[in-house]
């Protein structure tokens, strides 16, 4: 199975999440295409059985809107019907922001395959082991 990320990442949190699933994905069996979402290659991240999109909290519990939004625009009616998983880092909130980014996915014809996944700042031990499970079980999807 492929799975495509993308992530936004302003202080290096995010980043962590998306390199500690990639690392568990890969220890997983899956093949993995990986960018920060301003380097993003929309044919190549399309190619993913499953589309990972990560931001971290941004604003007032919001999803980053100065890259992560505007990709997930332009990508407009491919993303209909399309499997993806939602995750990201908070730094004082639970991580409601996902919610509202989950009904907005959904909207847009997305099917999401787990429920979203958050984590407070860098994924610490804990996290990681989460990630090592999550993995798991989006390979099973
Ligand atoms: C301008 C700004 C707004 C933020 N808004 C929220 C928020 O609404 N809720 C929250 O839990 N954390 C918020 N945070 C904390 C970040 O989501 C948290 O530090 C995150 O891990 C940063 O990820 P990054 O290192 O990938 O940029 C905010 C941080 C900044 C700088």
Redesign the pocket.
């Known amino acids: 199975m492929k799975i495509s990320i993308t992530y936004y990442?302003?202080?290096?949190?995010?980043?962590n999440l998306a390199r500690s699933l990639e690392t568990a994905l890969l220890n997983a069996g899956a093949e993995v295409y990986i960018a920060p979402v301003n380097e993003t290659d929309a044919n190549e991240f399309l190619q993913g059985d499953i589309l990972v999109f990560a931001s971290?909290?941004?604003?007032?519990?919001e999803v980053n809107d100065s890259d992560m939004l505007p990709f997930i625009e332009n990508l407009g009616d491919k993303l209909q019907q399309r499997d993806i998983f939602l995750c990201g880092?908070?730094?004082?909130?639970d991580g409601e922001?996902l919610q509202a980014w989950s009904e907005k996915m959904q909207e847009l014809g997305c099917r999401e395959v787990h429920q979203p996944y958050a984590c407070l700042?860098s994924p610490d031990a804990d996290a990681e082991e989460e990630l090592a499970e999550l993995a798991e079980d989006l390979l099973k999807s």
């Open positions: 990442s302003e202080t290096g949190n995010t980043e971290p909290a941004c604003g007032t519990e880092t908070f730094g004082w909130g922001y700042e």
